[in-house]
């Protein structure tokens, strides 16, 4: 089954400790971004990746960092969180990238950072 | 830059009642594609339909219904006969390319409460 899969589904963490959200999809796709949801704001573009070892930054990317070592694979690193960061992350795969495309969301990750 | 405006930030109607989602795009790209999705109580983001800037036809699919006009840049949605279960925050969006390109950017959301 196409998939994208996040994990953890809920963290509850205190401020300034690092965590990692995980993020895989099994379409092969090239195209893979973060994007977070805060009521009011809709959802907003943290960080996007063209392909293995490309990234770039979106509409919010301070506090987080990426990586993509794997095509298959694009962590959400928060390496020191804070309450503002506390919110539902999406992870989404598309193709290319290219608009026609579908984008394809993960089940999302509920953040909460005390 | 591209922008998507959802002026509805909630509504409620009753079992039955039809319910019209307003969604009001900006870009400056001239090819891009329309989005709608639900995001029901459980979190997850339901793909609903996708719509090119070269296509203006209506799309009915049962009681969902979405209306593109370019000339108002909007792309309004229709629940004809809503249910209960048609209870979720309903987002607009949009993929231009571009500078942007492979972003989605989405409205604020639309709250639909339905009551029985």
């Known amino acids: 089954e196409a998939q994208v899969t996040q994990n953890p589904r809920y963290l509850i963490t205190v401020t300034g400790k690092k965590l990692t959200v995980t993020c895989s999809q099994n379409?092969?796709?090239?195209?893979m971004s973060w994007y977070r949801q805060d009521p009011g704001l809709g959802l907003r573009q943290i960080y996007y990746?063209?392909?293995?070892?490309?990234?770039d930054k979106g509409d919010v990317p301070e506090g987080y960092k990426v990586s993509r070592k794997e095509k298959r694979n694009f962590p959400l690193i928060l390496e020191s969180p804070s309450p503002n960061q506390t919110s539902l992350y999406f992870c989404?795969?598309?193709?290319?990238?290219?608009?026609?495309?579908?984008?394809?969301f993960g089940p999302g990750t509920r953040l909460t950072v005390l | 830059a591209q922008k998507v405006t959802q002026a509805q930030t909630e509504i409620s109607v009753v079992e039955k009642e039809d319910v019209t989602l307003d969604c009001v795009y900006e870009?400056?790209?001239?090819?891009?594609?329309l989005f709608w999705y639900k995001q029901p109580p459980s979190g997850e983001l339901v793909f609903l339909i996708r719509?090119?800037?070269?296509?203006?036809q209506n799309e009915i699919s049962g009681r969902y219904s979405w209306n593109f006009q370019k000339s108002t840049s909007s792309f309004n949605f229709t629940i004809t006969a809503s249910q209960v279960v048609d209870s979720a925050v309903y987002f607009c969006?949009?993929?231009?390319?571009?500078?942007?390109?492979?972003?989605?950017?989405f409205g604020q959301g639309t709250i639909l409460t339905v009551h029985p």
């Open positions: 989404a795969s598309s193709l290319d990238g290219g608009s026609r495309n579908e984008q394809f």
């Open positions: 379409m092969n796709h090239e195209y």
């Open positions: 990746s063209m392909n293995v070892e490309v990234t």
């Open positions: 870009t400056r790209d001239t090819t891009y594609y």
């Open positions: 719509r090119n800037s070269f296509d203006e």
């Open positions: 969006a949009l993929n231009a390319g571009g500078t942007s390109y492979g972003k989605l950017t």
